[in-house]
């Protein structure tokens, strides 16, 4: 991802963000006691979240977003895609104000996948890394 998109972010939040060799890495905020390590791939199309209870010091949830491979999108466009996947993510993560964990039966209810929930404006939702077009407002055709 180019520095000058990572300065934008760091900026636009008033964030730390670390450069190292591989990657960027920034803390969010606390949310009550829930914190945000973000991880964000200097070359490589993807960024990780981890959510840490630091009351407990324990890792509650971790996710991740790539880019790569899906369609035939020319890279400078999937970098922008990411670019806007993480301002979304931030700003979202800043405005909520409690953050919990749930399990999700899925297959026919016979496994069971961990997921994350962020309260935003007194309403819960599921902690999504982008945000999730409504298919009559895609511009997609079927």
Known sequence: MKDELITNIAKKFNLEIKKTRDAYYA????????????????DALE???TLIDTQIKKNIFKDWMDYLGYDKSPEEKLINI???????????????????????????????????????????QELTMCKIQNKKNSNRSN
């Open 27 to 42: 803390t969010l905020p606390n949310c009550k006691n829930i914190s945000c390590d973000i991880a964000i791939g200097r």
């Open 82 to 124: 990411k670019y806007n996947d993480l301002l979304y993510f931030i700003e979202n993560w800043l405005k909520a104000t409690e953050i919990k964990t749930d399990y999700e039966k899925y297959f026919f209810k016979l496994l069971k996948r961990k997921i994350c929930y962020w309260k935003i404006n007194n309403k819960w």
């Open 47 to 49: 960024w990780y979240i």
